[in-house]
T-cell receptor, first 114, second 112 residues
Framework: DTAVSQTPKYLVTQMGNDKSIKCEQNLGHDTMYWYKQDSKKFLKIMFSYNNKELIINETVPNRFSPKSPDKAHLNLHINSLELGDSAVYFC?????????????FGEGSRLTVL | GENVEQHPSTLSVQEGDSAVIKCTYSDSASNYFPWYKQELGKGPQLIIDIRSNVGEKKDQRIAVTLNKTAKHFSLHITETQPEDSAVYFCAADRGGADGLTFGKGTHLIIQP
């Protein structure tokens, strides 16, 4: 069974559209994340979500909104897509507490905005 | 916030030789330093990690060293094999809400 799964794997869309990426983890973790990986492979955190609290990275435009229906799911919705949003988006999860460490990543969703 | 610098950005070694990737961090409060390997088309996977109360850790052909005073840590891969070819990321975590701060990655190429 896949530990962290995200869909779709590929997404091609036009500027101005709204799209969502879904993420589910079956590891029983309490904390989930979204990371953005740009064309230079740089990994940057966008959000972390512990089932009680959403931590928003202030550099992320408010066109990006995470939604967590329960602690096993963290979806990413993006409004009014721009060319610069093209990237690979990774969902990840970890167990409770900041000291535990290991992040389990999904396989990524490659978003291309035309 | 934390800033992690990683070098080199690309490293090419002959199969069987050793590879070393180095990282520095800025925040002395960081206490957890993992290394992730990302193969083409996949998400990053943890390969080894070290906490600030330890100076060195080894797992088969992979070892990590940490110098807290100098704020740097390194990944050492011995007897490199073709399957070691990937992008490697170092990261630092100070236990806050920002999660892991990653270095910019090193593309390791193992030449046959």
């Amino acid at each position: 069974d896949t530990a962290v799964s995200q869909t779709p794997k590929y997404l091609v869309t036009q500027m101005g559209n709204d799209k969502s990426i879904k993420c589910e983890q079956n590891l029983g973790h309490d904390t989930m994340y979204w990371y953005k990986q740009d064309s230079k492979k740089f990994l940057k955190i966008m959000f972390s979500y512990n089932n009680k609290e959403l931590i928003i990275n202030e550099t992320v435009p408010n066109r990006f909104s995470p939604k967590s229906p329960d602690k096993a799911h963290l979806n990413l919705h993006i409004n009014s897509l721009e060319l610069g949003d093209s990237a690979v988006y990774f969902c990840a999860s970890s167990s409770v507490g900041r000291d535990t460490g290991e992040l389990f990543f999904g396989e990524g969703s490659r978003l291309t905005v035309l | 916030g934390e800033n992690v610098e990683q070098h080199p950005s690309t490293l090419s070694v002959q199969e069987g030789d050793s590879a070393v990737i180095k990282c520095t961090y800025s925040d002395s409060a960081s206490n957890y330093f993992p290394w992730y390997k990302q193969e083409l088309g996949k998400g990053p996977q943890l390969i080894i990690d070290i906490r600030s109360n330890v100076g060195e850790k080894k797992d088969q052909r992979i070892a990590v060293t940490l110098n807290k005073t100098a704020k740097h840590f390194s990944l050492h891969i011995t007897e490199t094999q073709p399957e070691d070819s990937a992008v490697y990321f170092c990261a630092a975590d100070r236990g806050g809400a920002d999660g892991l701060t990653f270095g910019k990655g090193t593309h390791l190429i193992i030449q046959p």
